[in-house]
């Protein structure tokens, strides 16, 4: 069988291919997607002479591309899920002894960033609390990226010896 009957199989069973995978990951434009991936996955092939079902091939790999294509989005949904638990999980839930040791620890790393040099709390404020970017502080402050690169190191140096307390 050459990769052209391949490809010729592939167009008369094109549409029933698309059905098949939409019926599996019920989103129209992946089915579209996955069905054109399936038409250059088999044109990309070598020698397809040792295939004796040529129907039965395209429909098993259209059933492969879907399964991979579900396991990655449970494994997506799977992380998504403990990641939406760890930051906006239920804080009543949590137990005393963790609160008491976050707080202790937030009153540590307050005390210094209070100790501080003025330029590098302020550096460290915009970047860390009012999301700007090294190039902003920088214009902002007239001062090189390097320089607020600098400090920002710094006051993670610092907080980071506070956290290992």
């Known amino acids: 069988m050459s990769q052209t009957q391949l490809s010729q199989v592939f167009l008369e069973h094109e549409e029933d291919l698309f059905r098949f995978l939409l019926r599996r990951i019920k989103?129209?434009?992946?089915?579209?997607?996955?069905?054109?991936?399936?038409?250059?996955?088999?044109s990309a092939q070598g020698e397809t002479a040792h295939i004796q079902n040529q129907k039965a091939y395209l429909f098993r790999m259209a059933a492969n591309l879907a399964t991979d294509y579900l396991r990655v989005e449970q494994n997506r949904a799977?992380?998504?899920?403990?990641?939406?638990?760890?930051?906006?999980?239920?804080?009543?839930?949590?137990?005393?002894?963790?609160?008491?040791?976050?707080?202790?620890?937030?009153?540590?790393?307050?005390?210094v960033l209070a100790q501080l040099p003025l330029l590098s709390r302020k550096i460290f404020h915009l970047n860390r609390f009012e999301?700007?970017?090294?190039?902003?502080?920088?214009?902002?402050?007239?001062?090189?990226?390097?320089?607020?690169?600098?400090?920002?190191?710094?006051?993670?140096?610092?907080?980071?010896?506070?956290?290992?307390?």
């Not at 089915?31 to 038409?39: Q, Y």
């Not at 090189?144 to 190191?153: A, N, Q, W, Y």
Request: charged letters at 30%.
């Open 27 to 42: 989103c129209v434009f992946t089915a579209r997607d996955m069905t054109h991936d399936l038409f250059l996955k088999i």
């Open 78 to 111: 799977h992380i998504l899920a403990e990641t939406n638990e760890l930051l906006w999980g239920d804080t009543d839930g949590r137990d005393p002894e963790r609160i008491s040791i976050a707080r202790e620890e937030l009153a540590r790393s307050e005390r």
């Open 131 to 165: 999301g700007k970017s090294y190039p902003e502080i920088a214009n902002e402050l007239n001062l090189s990226p390097s320089t607020v690169e600098h400090h920002i190191r710094t006051a993670l140096r610092q907080l980071s010896k506070v956290r290992n307390l």
